[in-house]
């Protein structure tokens, strides 16, 4: 089964133009095919047809976040993960500060809860929301914080209770982004920040690499936004961009990276249980990071542009 929209959910047009079809290119959970199509009159991207809740539920595979084990490895991983998400950090810690608000914030989407983590060494108060009842609880264990299972539509808190909430990649995700923002506006103190990540559509990368660029992530996004359809979005649902940033450390050059070279991406080979020696790996992984370096320079360079890989952007409601 699956979910034909007639119409563009952002500007009601009916009109559209497939752009490409792809599978599943990174944890190969399907061999099906996958079209994108853009909208004419609003040229926003989308999966098309998408597929049900029940069948897209195979394509997310178990174990989607990070939880440390007590080897060294794992340990030398979670010191990486640490490093590359101080860029987060920074951005939130900013958006808190000029906000002035003395809720805690909810990261929606905290997986594992390493940044929540993160946020509460830096003195905030911070509680995680997934929909995913896994990551909820291996955000309790490995990492202490204090994490819901719901969908945020639904979630079990009270109105105007945060002073900021964070999406890191989860509009691309869902059926309806308008529902989510929406409850955030809900949520929010008077001064509170929304701050979301998504990938950007409207990047070199995309350019360069088609449906090849791992942005784009079939069949788990729904949908792929440029900065145009964002700006539109959250106008729609109250909102008033204050910031944008183009550039991710933790996101960008890996991102690409795993785009040239999907079989290395670590994630993936964990997930898909690549089966592979001690020796095998650890050149895997030494591969893969020097990729990771050599795409360091090309990501600042695009994101200074305008046209990194993923956008961040900081938002206040209208007033
Ligand atoms: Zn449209």
């Known amino acids: 089964m699956e979910i034909m929209l007639s119409h563009c959910p952002a500007c009601d047009g009916a009109e559209f133009q497939p752009l490409f079809t792809a599978s599943d290119r990174l944890y190969r959970t399907t061999a099906e095919r996958f079209q994108v199509v853009e909208c004419k009159q609003c040229r926003l991207m989308r999966l098309s047809p998408q597929p049900e809740p029940a069948e897209l ?18 340990r030398l991983e979670e010191m990486y993960r640490r490093f590359v998400l101080l860029d987060h950090i920074r951005f939130v810690e900013r958006a808190l500060r000029e906000s002035g608000e003395s809720g805690p914030a909810l990261d929606v989407g905290c997986g594992g809860g390493l940044f929540l983590r993160m946020l509460r ?18 955000a309790w264990t490995s990492n202490h914080a204090p994490a819901a299972c719901a969908t945020l539509s639904l979630a079990p808190f009270r109105e105007r209770s945060f002073s900021a909430i964070t999406m890191f990649h989860v509009l691309e995700h869902l059926y309806d982004p308008r529902s989510y923002l929406r409850a955030a506006h809900d949520l929010l103190q008077p001064e509170g920040r929304l701050i ?5 559509a409207a990047c070199w ?15 788990r996004h729904l949908y792929d936004y440029r900065p145009p359809d964002l700006d539109r979005l959250l106008d729609s649902c109250g909102f008033r961009v204050l910031r944008r940033k183009y550039f991710s450390l933790r996101d960008n050059p890996a991102g690409l990276a795993t785009s040239l070279a999907p079989d290395l991406d670590p994630m993936a080979r964990r997930i898909r249980k690549v089966k592979e020696g001690p020796g095998e790996r650890l050149a895997k ?28 952007i900081e938002a206040r409601k209208k007033t």
Do not use: H
């Open 285 to 312: 992984d030494l591969l893969y990071g020097a990729l990771v370096a050599a795409a360091l320079p090309f990501t600042a360079i695009a994101a200074a542009c305008r046209a990194g890989s993923t956008i961040m």
């Open 196 to 200: 979301i990540q998504v990938p950007n």
């Open 121 to 138: 060494d830096r003195g905030f108060r911070a509680i995680g929301l997934d929909f995913s009842l896994d990551a909820a609880r291996a």
């Open 57 to 74: 539920e195979n394509y997310y595979p178990k174990n989607y976040w990070f939880t440390p084990e007590a080897s060294a490895a794992s």
């Open 205 to 219: 990368q995309f350019r360069l690499l088609g449906a090849a660029w791992n942005g784009v992530d079939i069949p």
